[in-house]
């Protein structure tokens, strides 16, 4: 039988992959996506959808259909620390609900330099949305039940083999192989790639083998705890999380494994007494579901790609889930590929463009891994003093000492616009740097900067509108003097690689203009800045578009600088 043919097959319909789909898909690229499970993920997983995340689902317009799933658009997302759920509040960081969140943005602008707030939900209802959205792309067509079990590349593509749970078998012969396929990746394993970096870390809490139990537990509301999204306890016999799926009284239970223990052998019973030990006294509820992962690790792929043959999400990332990052990252990684293979399909760019995927993406996922794992050591290494659980005034002294450093640990684990808007492209061969200073770099603090490499900093317009609500699909030029030649030299540049560059005139929107400083910048398709000057040439602008593209050949940077 003759091979199907497509431009990119796509292995694995988790966040990563579907993602990717949609990228290539909106911009007309003939894709297929195949999973060997027969849905995407049902079970909640990752429940931190990140700002940064929140922004590209605004870039594909489907935000807000993400933020209206979850919890009830009333309730808050607070994160609040315990002795028991029936004993001692420690600490809450707040956060706002879900309808308060567009407001909560604006107030905190100095804080979140944002178009989105991050948002509390379930990666198995953000996966539907994903996989629907890219259902409805004519050019997108996904495949459950399919598993990939091979494949051999050439100069030109690769040939994929391919087996259905029904035992058929067929070949797909794609341009480009993508390995979507997570940490047990067929992909990356046939290319014979390695993770490095931090092993599991033994500790009593995100340290080890993790168990998550599924309850279904309304009467936990009749505890009359103020609302929050995540609940710890800290105690004398076990640290536990309990994370709210849907508001209702669905939730998950997170606690280390110890020694002896093991989540296959597990009964509901034995995993109901852990969520008792938890609450400190009896109610009513029931066990849905049990399943075990690794918490501690920091693993970061040595390769991102070979050839053709490119891997992306969990494949080459390994996180704790501490900050809520592994799931986010994945989705970033599908953004950068996403524009670029799209580009040098269609001919607009060189394929090199491809190859700066793993120059851009390998650093971020090690400065993401090693965050992650710094929370995972602030709250898994911290043990408070046994008398938290104490009557009297020595108890008041431990809890109110507890609550103090969980109070802090919080605001630096759950506000971390650093993170999510911070991650940059410094060294990349397809951005043109402009030498003015790298901003300093930590999870909790984003300073905004067009500088080349990072993302583009955000302005809410004059007219109440998000300056990313402005930006084009793909690529996009800011501009201070609209009737400067530079405008027509780097349009005339577009036109004639078929790329297409939005125009924005920013003359009237003086905090655009304070936050961009030059009178031009170029910003990518992933609303990351590539270039900015006072003006360009139309020699400047065919040369800036070489580097951004990947055609730069013998040119160097130093040629537009
Ligand atoms: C308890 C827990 C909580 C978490 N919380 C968060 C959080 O709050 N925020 C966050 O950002 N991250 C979180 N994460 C991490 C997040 O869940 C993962 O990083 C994310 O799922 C990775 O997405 P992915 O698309 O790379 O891979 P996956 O979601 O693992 O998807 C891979 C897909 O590939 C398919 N597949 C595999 N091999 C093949 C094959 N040979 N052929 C066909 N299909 C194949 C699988 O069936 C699967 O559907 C959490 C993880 C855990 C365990």
Avoid at 57 to 70: K, N, P, S, V
Avoid at 400 to 409: E, K, T, V
Wanted: aromatic residues 8%.
């Amino acid at each position: 039988m003759k091979p199907v043919e497509t431009d990119v097959l796509i292995v694995g319909a988790g966040p990563c992959g579907l993602m990717l789909a949609n990228e290539l898909g909106r911009r007309g690229i003939r894709v297929i996506l195949v999973d060997r499970e027969a849905t995407v993920a049902t079970a909640p997983q990752a429940n931190a959808t990140q700002a940064r995340t929140m922004e590209h689902y605004r870039r594909l317009g489907f935000a807000d259909e993400i933020r209206a799933l979850g919890m009830p658009d009333d309730h808050p997302t607070d994160v609040a620390y315990f002795t028991t759920f029936s004993g001692h509040e420690l600490a809450r960081h707040k956060m706002p609900a879900s309808r308060d969140a567009a407001t909560f943005l604006r107030q905190q602008a100095h804080v979140w330099n944002g178009a989105e707030l991050p948002h509390r939900v379930p990666q198995s209802l953000v996966e539907q949305t994903l996989c629907r959205k890219a259902q409805g792309l004519p050019t997108v067509s996904i495949w459950f039940e399919t598993e990939l079990e091979g494949f051999a590349q050439d100069d030109t593509g690769v040939l994929a083999n391919l087996r259905e749970t029904t035992g058929r078998a067929y070949q797909i012969r794609a341009r480009y192989l993508f390995g979507a396929d997570g940490g047990s990746s067929t992909v990356r394993k046939q290319l014979g790639i390695r993770y490095s970096g931090g092993e599991t870390r033994q500790r009593d809490f995100m340290g080890g083998n993790m168990l998550s139990i599924y309850l279904d537990a309304p009467a936990f509301y009749d505890l009359k705890i103020p609302r929050a999204w995540m609940y710890w306890t800290f105690n004398r016999k076990r640290r536990a999380l309990l994370a709210t799926v849907d508001g209702r009284g669905s939730f998950v239970l997170q606690t280390q494994l110890r020694e002896g223990e093991d989540a296959n052998r597990m009964s509901e019973a034995e995993a109901g007494a852990l969520f008792l030990q938890a609450v400190g006294r009896d109610l009513p509820f029931t066990v849905t579901g049990i399943a075990s992962w690794l918490a501690g690790r920091a693993l970061v792929a040595e390769t991102f790609l070979d050839g053709r043959v490119l891997l992306g999400g969990d494949a080459i990332h390994l996180f704790t889930p501490t900050g809520g990052m592994g799931y986010n990252t994945a989705i970033e990684d599908a953004v950068n590929i996403g524009w670029k293979l799209a580009a040098v399909i269609k001919g607009q760019a060189a394929p090199d463009l491809v190859a700066s995927y793993e120059a851009e993406r390998r650093p971020v996922a090690i400065r993401n891994t090693t965050f992650a794992l710094r929370f995972a050591d602030s709250v898994g290494l911290y043990v408070p003093s046994p008398a938290i659980q104490d009557a009297g005034p020595a108890g008041d002294a431990a809890r109110a000492r507890a609550g103090a450093y969980l109070g802090s640990h919080a605001a630096r684990e759950f506000t971390i616009p650093g993170f999510t808007f911070g991650a940059r492209y410094d060294g990349s061969p397809v951005i043109v740097d402009d030498r003015t200073p790298v901003p300093p770099d930590a999870p909790s603090v984003y300073v905004p900067t067009a500088k080349p490499g990072g993302r583009a900093p955000h302005a809410w317009l004059a007219d109440g509108r998000s300056l990313f609500d402005a930006f084009g699909f793909d690529w996009t030029l800011l501009c201070v003097h609209p009737s400067d030649p530079t405008v027509a030299a780097m349009r005339g540049e577009a036109r004639q690689r078929g790329i297409d560059l939005e125009v924005v005139d920013i003359s009237n929107e003086p905090v655009a203009m304070d936050l961009y400083e030059g009178a031009f910048t170029l910003v990518r398709p992933d609303q990351i800045v590539a270039w900015r000057g006072d003006h360009a040439s139309a020699d400047d602008a065919r040369c800036v578009f070489d580097i951004v593209t990947a055609h730069a050949g013998a040119r160097t940077v130093a040629d537009v600088a």
